[in-house]
C-alpha cells in the first residue's frame, strides 16, 4: 500500500511563498499522474496543478503563473511552490497520485495552508 505524506504547510501573509511536499512511500516512477488538489471550508475539492509521468503539466485557472508543480523521482517526492499568494488559497491542499494498470488512486491526509490578508 502507497502512502503520501505532505508537509510544508503554514500560516503566510498575503504576498508570500511556501513549499508544500509529497513524500511517498515508495517509488513515484511508476505513477502516471500526480497531482495537488486543494479545499477549503464548504467547497469541493479542486485541482490545483496536475504533472505527468513524462514532465507535462496542468494548473488550475487561478493559480498559473504563480504555482509550480515539480517531481523528483530519485527522492520519491512531488513539489508544489507557491509564491504570490493570496487569501482565497487558503484550503487544505491534498496529494493524489495514480496507475493505470490496473487502476489505482492515492491520497495524502492533507496539509493546512492559511494566507492572512
Known amino acids: 500500500q502507497v502512502q503520501l505524506v505532505e508537509s510544508g504547510g503554514g500560516l503566510v501573509q498575503a504576498g508570500g511563498s511556501l513549499r508544500l511536499s509529497c513524500a511517498a512511500s515508495g517509488s513515484i516512477s511508476s505513477f502516471n499522474t500526480m497531482a495537488w488538489y486543494r479545499q477549503a471550508p464548504g467547497t469541493q475539492r479542486e485541482l490545483v496543478a496536475r504533472i505527468l509521468r513524462l514532465g507535462g503539466t496542468t494548473y488550475g485557472g487561478s493559480v498559473k503563473g504563480r504555482f509550480t508543480i515539480s517531481r523528483d523521482n530519485a527522492k520519491n517526492t512531488l513539489y508544489l511552490q507557491m509564491n504570490s499568494l493570496k487569501p482565497d488559497d487558503t484550503a487544505v491542499y491534498y496529494c493524489?497520485?495514480?496507475?493505470?494498470?490496473?487502476?489505482?488512486?492515492?491520497w495524502g491526509q492533507g496539509t493546512q495552508v492559511t494566507v492572512s490578508s
Open positions: 493524489n497520485a495514480d496507475r493505470l494498470i490496473p487502476y489505482s488512486a492515492y
